[in-house]
């Protein structure tokens, strides 16, 4: 019988051996023409045209990879259970369960097991392999199960994939702060708007935006690396459930494969999932402060705002329209974001559907979500580093578009001593006549200000024209607020201080996990070696 994936290669077979040859002579011509002089392909990515005609970067093409990956859970989650194999027979052997000569005898049909899985992924799954590791080695390889279940082990398999994960995503998200705060580095000057609803609200710097971004991120680390401590507890000898009544030693497992705590109870062994849970949820809250990110330097960069713009190289571009230069980075951001949170609400349906053991119902943590949480971190890394920002534009909307009358009110509170209610209604009654005038903030008058006043209090008030127009000046807003975490550059330089030490411990700590990992698989090794 032919299958379908046969039957799709029969197809395609047969349509091009249909081509006409006057067809297939276009087609000769073609790729001539695509050639330069060294006869190199000038069309290596067919997309890259137009106004964004040049490379696309390897991050932003990381966005498009994971969506059409084939990868799978259990080729990712197979090499730890190559590690969990040798660690179980190491300890049997250790705790005279099995011979030492026993334990040599696996360790080498695991090794070959280990060869055929490389080219055989049917083998990649428990019980296939084991039958490999007895069909190797004889009836002796069955005794490498002894005191497990596969419950155990694939929680542990679980939790070490995960564990490697979440550390390739710490490393991703601090990359990503270092970048954000050596732009803010960039514009503690840089004047700009800070939007409320998506309404222009008061002066601040790119420099104190792009702080509360890392603010953010930070908090983003904090989670992970608490969720950290709870991935790494070894649940292995836990069995099915209710443990074994074989003289196992759990903390030597936990230690050969670099657990550096236990799942204490058995029962929570098997069933727990909250820190899958965790994962995806954490995963989730992070990638939703990513796309707003996005989304936010989306509205930059449109034609109406046009305060920013995007590196070609993370730029898309029309098929039909040549003006175009999509956000095409910022839009698949946003669409991962999407996924890991569908990822999440899946996992947490399968959970409520089940009771508190170990099933088979429960959803695990996709390869292709982790990926991409990756690829969008990448991305916006490079969109941030590559970011051109019209400081111009920025400070013209700063000044032209109402965003000091905040500063105006405080004004008439300060000197006309009013109270604050009174002048945010007259600032508010000096607006209306300036929209009604199509006048811009800078070209609110004294004059304009006392009618308001009369109007409204019956009495006169006269501001000095300079006192009225360092009201109104966007920098001079922005150089007042000095207070902790306000835009003024001394405040946001305090910032970015602070940031950068931050970022350097949590690298530090992140360093730290890494090289206790890789020691204890070195360990495991040499372990093996020995026998």
Known sequence: MTTIGNYAGLVALTTCMALSCEVKAQMITANKHSMDTAGNSRLQDASRMGRTAGAKAAAFQELYDYEVSTKNLNDEIFPYQQLLHKAYVIMLAEQKIITAQEAKTILGGLATADQQ????????????????????????????????????????THRMYLRDQLLRIMEAVADLRSAVVAKAAEHKETVMVVYTHRKEAQPITLAHYLTGIDESLAKCLDRYQELYARIDQCPLGSGASGGTSWPINRQRLGDLLGFKGLVNNTIEGAAGWDHITEMAADNSIYMSNLSRLASEIQLWSTDEYNVAEL????????????????????????????????????????LNGIEYQHSGVRLMIEPKSLDAVLAATHTMTGVVRTLQVRKETMLKYARENYSTMTDLADLLVQYGHLDFRDAHEIVAAVITKALDEHLTASQITPAMINAAIEKKLGRKLMIPVARLADALDPQRSVQRKTGTGMPAPVAVEQMIVSGQKNLTAQTQWLKTQQAYLAAAVEQLQMLVGKY
């Open 117 to 156: 899985a490389a080219a055989n992924p049917a083998l990649r799954v428990y019980l296939p392999y084991e039958a490999a590791v007895i069909k190797a080695i004889g009836s002796v390889g069955g005794k490498m199960h002894t005191g497990r279940s596969r419950n155990d082990m694939d929680n542990t």
């Open 311 to 350: 590196d070609n190289s993370f730029a898309g571009i029309s098929s039909m329209m040549p003006q175009k230069k999509n956000p095409d980075a910022l839009e698949r951001t946003r669409k991962a974001a999407a996924l890991t949170a569908g990822q999440l609400a899946g996992i947490l349906t399968s």
